[in-house]
């Protein structure tokens, strides 16, 4: 399938990711923030006092069978909020430890993964990240480089929930290959916006 755009080595497709993955190559890793079904975009008070409220892409979570299929397009996978899908219990899971301090927000999230490795944690206060919020479940740029970092010799990389394109922005940062998918065009036209201003910035990771 061709892609709707392509800036450097990523490829972005507007659309539903269980009509465009299966036409997609296979990736060394599937990194991932999928919907969890909690209705953030209405219960989040910080996502809509910051204008991102309503819509209905967080009112269920992908069903199991969209999760497996996801999860078997990569070597491996990383899916942040694994948790609420049902999948296999695993040893390896990735926490984002958010330093709370009391607040009144989570005081971590996890990823569920497939990879044979001990549990890792990620230290980072989400305050003023990558310079201002731009989707109600955004992660940092720094975590997916971090964990894309964790996996060495990976160099193709997919993210079927795109979002606002953070894993993207990582890949484009890091020299991979990505193939990112979103459904939403507000957030698909934030995640170009951003893996342009990426390659414009010229940043390898180093």
């Given at each position: 399938m061709k892609p709707t755009e392509t800036i450097g080595n990523c490829h972005l497709y507007l659309?539903?990711?269980?009509?465009?993955?299966?036409?997609?190559?296979k990736v060394d890793l599937v990194l991932t923030d999928p919907p969890?079904?909690?209705?953030?975009?209405?219960?989040?008070?910080?996502?809509?006092?910051?204008?991102?409220?309503g819509g209905e892409w967080d009112s269920a979570p992908p069903?199991?069978?969209?999760?497996?299929?996801?999860?078997?397009?990569g070597e491996k996978?990383?899916?942040?909020?694994?948790?609420?899908?049902?999948?296999?219990a695993t040893r390896c899971i990735f926490v984002w430890d958010k330093e709370n301090e009391g607040?009144?927000?989570?005081?971590?999230?996890?990823?569920?993964?497939?990879?044979?490795a001990v549990a890792r944690i990620f230290r980072m206060?989400?305050?003023?990240?990558?310079?201002?919020?731009?989707?109600?479940?955004?992660?940092?740029?720094?975590?997916?480089?971090?964990c894309i970092d964790k996996r060495k010799n990976t160099e193709t990389i997919a993210d079927p929930f795109m979002g606002?394109?953070?894993?993207?922005?990582?890949?484009?940062?890091?020299?991979?290959?990505?193939?990112?998918?979103?459904?939403?065009?507000?957030?698909?036209d934030i995640a170009?916006?951003?893996?342009?201003?990426a390659y414009a910035q010229g940043r390898l990771f180093a």
């Open positions: 659309g539903d990711c269980r009509e465009i993955l299966p036409s997609l190559p969890y079904g909690i209705d953030i975009t209405k219960s989040n008070r910080i996502a809509v006092s910051r204008g991102m409220g069903d199991f069978e969209t999760i497996s299929s996801v999860v078997a397009h996978a990383i899916l942040w909020g694994g948790n609420y899908f049902g999948l296999p607040r009144d927000f989570a005081d971590l999230e996890m990823a569920w993964s497939n990879i044979d206060r989400p305050m003023n990240m990558d310079g201002g919020k731009e989707h109600p479940t955004q992660k940092p740029i720094r975590l997916m480089e971090w606002s394109g953070t894993t993207g922005v990582a890949c484009a940062n890091m020299g991979k290959t990505f193939y990112g998918i979103e459904r939403e065009p507000k957030y698909f170009l916006r951003r893996i342009e201003a």
